[in-house]
């Protein structure tokens, strides 16, 4: 086989119609073998070329001939010193970290270390391992990138006017009884006709999808029985996983996904990926060696600073990607590049985002990474939303993340479960989560949609779960019920497990009403958990990572409960959309109409009137008022125009009995019509202003009053 010089750019397999260039970085390494493996049956390579050619530490060759579908891996020669974090082992095959796809997944044996595993001695890590891992290893692919992107246009709807859907893409179809069983659990099943119908129908604007880059599956959880559902465990940050393909696994599966981008493009749906850069699947010092560790540990990863053979760990995984080393950086940023132009998705949650933006030794505003975010000009222009932490010292950055960010707004879920549950002195935070947490964003210039609202994530209780259980329900996950998050707080209301007793159920369904209607009617872009529109339950598990069964598939066969929240949501989300004043682009500044009382809003207590600052620190308040002035937006349309809206009105009692509430507005204005009611949701009526409102029991309820003519 003829093999030429090649060229160090760009990085990966690159098939230029004739042949493809392949290109490695390897800083320390000394030698570089490419394996090439003839179908993915293949216990070991069928040819193994060395690379002599090396250009800016980038290990480089050409071969003409090899066509897309060709399977590969590298073998790196170097030294084993891990007292020096060099962990070299040219027994073990690697996976190309700019491989663009993957296929098979890793069977897993003792093979996959790079070390004894079975050796008593503690030190083990330190021992060499000379077996081969390549029967066992599963294969970089090279593809053929050309794809029929037609007419498709990038939605680019505005981050303020956005609701976000998170789901994970094969438990959001896999029971789906609408769409052919070979596309359920798939990319080909998301994008079906039946999938993305579903979600217009809904009215979201983005679907957020759980980690699809290649990811490893635990030997901890495959010894068990059990999967990485969440997939947060990644190993190829260019590669789409190939489990979630019904096309194929050599490269069917990128053209998979790009026609699922653009079915949901033609429906005006956005896609943002869940990406998990903090961190690869390799683990600590015992963990596997599939790629990084093995092509060049000291780049790749944070080490211990005078003790290189341990990693520094702001991710509780074990590891910690080294944002600090250019081309790490660099592989980061490629990726990005990546997935916006050649996947032509719409934006990117970084999953524990604040290890990604530290600097030496803490967070830091002023890292490389944010710094090249923000100069890049594509990166720059997609929507980019952070989890504000990790789990190192000073890892909670909500509220600090720069301009062109939006954040998970942790401490909004925190205070609207509280609230719901009736604790006391909630209301003055409150105010702030629904009116777009200014306290948190206005300070550096950003606006209520650095706010990501959401009361349920993925990681968490679902919904109807959040109100149906005291106590986790984890035993399925094989650790003794002693995963995933303990204090839960009680939010539900005060009854574990499945009841008959319909006054209980009736509270359970007002519950979740309540808080789906406080999402999305709160200032910042709502998420919604997927399957919480309808009230999807995982049986009280609440960290379900490696439930790849019907604890986490979504249920779709309804009941009558199930029908009606979703109903109820539909109309949550239309109303949202149809009222800017709900959505609006900057923060309220309680502005007045020139000569007027007439404020952009105001804070209302039950008797009309104006919460006085006394009452804002009074403990036991837990009913308010919230309205919105629609006549003093002091907003623009696209075209210019200003924005003018109607007066809205929330009305949120989270005490445990009635309350009357007189509406504000004078004798002679226009009547207050009622657009929802928690604790009634077919209701439908008129009020007039002064007008005394029966607000029941652990109710909201939002009203309407129309724009005058003469304003």
């Given at each position: 086989?003829?093999?030429?010089?090649?060229?160090?750019?760009?990085?990966?397999?690159?098939?230029?119609?004739?042949?493809?260039?392949?290109?490695?970085?390897?800083?320390?390494?000394?030698?570089?073998?490419?394996?090439?493996?003839?179908?993915?049956?293949?216990?070991?390579?069928?040819?193994?070329?060395?690379?002599?050619?090396?250009?800016?530490?980038?290990?480089?060759?050409?071969?003409?001939?090899?066509?897309?579908?060709?399977?590969?891996?590298?073998?790196?020669?170097?030294?084993?010193?891990?007292?020096?974090?060099?962990?070299?082992?040219?027994?073990?095959?690697?996976?190309?970290?700019?491989?663009?796809?993957?296929?098979?997944?890793?069977?897993?044996?003792?093979?996959?270390?790079?070390?004894?595993?079975?050796?008593?001695?503690?030190?083990?890590?330190?021992?060499?391992?000379?077996?081969?891992?390549?029967?066992?290893?599963?294969?970089?692919?090279?593809?053929?990138?050309?794809?029929?992107?037609?007419?498709?246009?990038?939605?680019?709807?505005?981050?303020?006017?956005?609701?976000?859907?998170?789901?994970?893409?094969?438990?959001?179809?896999?029971?789906?009884?609408?769409?052919?069983?070979?596309?359920?659990?798939?990319?080909?099943?998301?994008?079906?006709?039946?999938?993305?119908?579903?979600?217009?129908?809904?009215?979201?604007?983005?679907?957020?999808?759980?980690?699809?880059?290649?990811?490893?599956?635990?030997?901890?959880?495959?010894?068990?029985?059990?999967?990485?559902?969440?997939?947060?465990?990644?190993?190829?940050?260019?590669?789409?996983?190939?489990?979630?393909?019904?096309?194929?696994?050599?490269?069917?599966?990128?053209?998979?996904?790009?026609?699922?981008?653009?079915?949901?493009?033609?429906?005006?749906?956005?896609?943002?990926?869940?990406?998990?850069?903090?961190?690869?699947?390799?683990?600590?010092?015992?963990?596997?060696?599939?790629?990084?560790?093995?092509?060049?540990?000291?780049?790749?990863?944070?080490?211990?600073?005078?003790?290189?053979?341990?990693?520094?760990?702001?991710?509780?995984?074990?590891?910690?990607?080294?944002?600090?080393?250019?081309?790490?950086?660099?592989?980061?940023?490629?990726?990005?590049?990546?997935?916006?132009?050649?996947?032509?998705?719409?934006?990117?949650?970084?999953?524990?985002?604040?290890?990604?933006?530290?600097?030496?030794?803490?967070?830091?505003?002023?890292?490389?990474?944010?710094?090249?975010?923000?100069?890049?000009?594509?990166?720059?222009?997609?929507?980019?939303?952070?989890?504000?932490?990790?789990?190192?010292?000073?890892?909670?950055?909500?509220?600090?993340?720069?301009?062109?960010?939006?954040?998970?707004?942790?401490?909004?879920?925190?205070?609207?479960?509280?609230?719901?549950?009736?604790?006391?002195?909630?209301?003055?935070?409150?105010?702030?989560?629904?009116?777009?947490?200014?306290?948190?964003?206005?300070?550096?210039?950003?606006?209520?949609?650095?706010?990501?609202?959401?009361?349920?994530?993925?990681?968490?209780?679902?919904?109807?779960?959040?109100?149906?259980?005291?106590?986790?329900?984890?035993?399925?996950?094989?650790?003794?019920?002693?995963?995933?998050?303990?204090?839960?707080?009680?939010?539900?209301?005060?009854?574990?497990?499945?009841?008959?007793?319909?006054?209980?159920?009736?509270?359970?369904?007002?519950?979740?009403?309540?808080?789906?209607?406080?999402?999305?009617?709160?200032?910042?872009?709502?998420?919604?958990?997927?399957?919480?529109?309808?009230?999807?339950?995982?049986?009280?598990?609440?960290?379900?990572?490696?439930?790849?069964?019907?604890?986490?598939?979504?249920?779709?066969?309804?009941?009558?409960?199930?029908?009606?929240?979703?109903?109820?949501?539909?109309?949550?989300?239309?109303?949202?959309?149809?009222?800017?004043?709900?959505?609006?682009?900057?923060?309220?500044?309680?502005?007045?109409?020139?000569?007027?009382?007439?404020?952009?809003?105001?804070?209302?207590?039950?008797?009309?009137?104006?919460?006085?600052?006394?009452?804002?620190?009074?403990?036991?308040?837990?009913?308010?008022?919230?309205?919105?002035?629609?006549?003093?937006?002091?907003?623009?349309?696209?075209?210019?125009?200003?924005?003018?809206?109607?007066?809205?009105?929330?009305?949120?009692?989270?005490?445990?009995?009635?309350?009357?509430?007189?509406?504000?507005?004078?004798?002679?204005?226009?009547?207050?019509e009622v657009l929802v009611d928690t604790f009634d949701q077919d209701a439908s009526r008129f009020a007039a202003c002064g007008e005394i409102l029966d607000l029941k029991p652990r109710s909201l309820v939002l009203l309407r009053q129309p724009l005058r003519n003469d304003e």
């Amino acid at each position: 086989m003829n093999v030429w010089p090649g060229k160090p750019y760009p990085l990966g397999a690159t098939w230029d119609g004739q042949g493809v260039n392949f290109a490695l970085f390897s800083e320390n390494a000394t030698g570089v073998d490419l394996c090439l493996f003839e179908s993915p049956q293949d216990e070991n390579e069928r040819m193994r070329i060395r690379m002599t050619e090396q250009t800016d530490y980038v290990w480089h060759c050409y071969i003409p001939g090899i066509a897309p579908g060709q399977l590969y891996g590298y073998r790196v020669y170097g030294a084993f010193e891990p007292e020096l974090g060099h962990r070299f082992n040219p027994n073990k095959l690697l996976l190309d970290p700019y491989a663009k796809a993957i296929s098979g997944r890793v069977e897993w044996s003792n093979a996959m270390f790079g070390y004894p595993v079975n050796d008593p001695d503690p030190d083990r890590d330190l021992l060499l391992d000379g077996e081969d891992s390549a029967p066992g290893m599963n294969k970089s692919v090279v593809v053929d990138p050309a794809f029929d992107w037609g007419d498709d246009k990038k939605p680019n709807t505005p981050l303020h006017d956005s609701i976000i859907y998170e789901l994970h893409v094969k438990g959001y179809t896999k029971q789906n009884p609408h769409i052919d069983p070979k596309m359920r659990g798939t990319y080909a099943g998301l994008g079906s006709p039946q999938a993305v119908d579903y979600l217009k129908s809904l009215g979201v604007t983005a679907v957020e999808l759980l980690p699809v880059h290649h990811f490893i599956n635990d030997k901890t959880l495959v010894d068990k029985g059990l999967n990485n559902y969440w997939g947060y465990n990644s190993i190829g940050y260019f590669a789409p996983y190939s489990e979630y393909s019904c096309a194929g696994g050599l490269g069917e599966q990128v053209r998979e996904f790009k026609a699922m981008v653009k079915a949901m493009h033609a429906a005006g749906i956005e896609v943002i990926l869940d990406v998990v850069y903090n961190h690869t699947a390799e683990g600590n010092h015992f963990g596997p060696t599939l790629s990084f560790k093995g092509i060049d540990n000291v780049s790749y990863y944070r080490l211990v600073n005078n003790d290189p053979r341990y990693y520094m760990d702001y991710t509780g995984t074990g590891n910690t990607l080294n944002m600090l080393h250019p081309r790490s950086l660099q592989l980061v940023m490629d990726s990005l590049r990546y997935w916006i132009t050649e996947m032509r998705v719409d934006g990117f949650r970084f999953d524990l985002a604040a290890t990604l933006a530290r600097g030496l030794h803490e967070v830091g505003k002023l890292s490389s990474f944010l710094d090249i975010i923000h100069q890049d000009p594509l990166i720059s222009q997609v929507k980019l939303i952070a989890e504000p932490w990790d789990i190192g010292e000073g890892g909670y950055q909500v509220g600090n993340f720069p301009v062109l960010w939006a954040e998970w707004n942790g401490k909004y879920r925190d205070t609207v479960r509280r609230f719901w549950k009736g604790d006391e002195s909630q209301v003055a935070e409150l105010a702030y989560r629904l009116s777009g947490s200014s306290d948190l964003y206005q300070h550096n210039g950003r606006r209520p949609s650095a706010s990501i609202n959401f009361i349920i994530a993925h990681d968490g209780f679902t919904l109807n779960d959040l109100v149906s259980y005291n106590q986790k329900h984890n035993v399925a996950n094989g650790e003794n019920n002693m995963d995933g998050e303990s204090n839960n707080h009680s939010w539900n209301c005060g009854v574990e497990g499945s009841t008959d007793d319909p006054a209980i159920i009736k509270l359970r369904e007002r519950q979740k009403r309540n808080f789906l209607a406080t999402l999305l009617f709160s200032q910042g872009v709502p998420m919604i958990c997927g399957g919480d529109e309808y009230g999807r339950t995982q049986q009280g598990n609440n960290n379900a990572y490696c439930q790849d069964n019907e604890i986490s598939w979504y249920n779709w066969n309804w009941s009558e409960c199930e029908q009606e929240l979703f109903k109820f949501t539909k109309k949550l989300i239309k109303i949202r959309r149809e009222f800017p004043v709900l959505h609006r682009r900057k923060f309220f500044q309680g502005r007045r109409i020139r000569g007027t009382d007439i404020q952009d809003i105001r804070w209302v207590r039950p008797d009309g009137e104006d919460m006085t600052e006394e009452e804002w620190n009074t403990s036991f308040v837990r009913v308010l008022g919230m309205l919105l002035n629609g006549q003093v937006m002091d907003e623009y349309n696209e075209k210019g125009e200003r924005l003018k809206d109607d007066v809205m009105l929330l009305l949120f009692n989270g005490y445990w009995d009635r309350q009357p509430f007189k509406l504000p507005g004078k004798v002679g204005e226009p009547e207050w019509e009622v657009l929802v009611d928690t604790f009634d949701q077919d209701a439908s009526r008129f009020a007039a202003c002064g007008e005394i409102l029966d607000l029941k029991p652990r109710s909201l309820v939002l009203l309407r009053q129309p724009l005058r003519n003469d304003e």
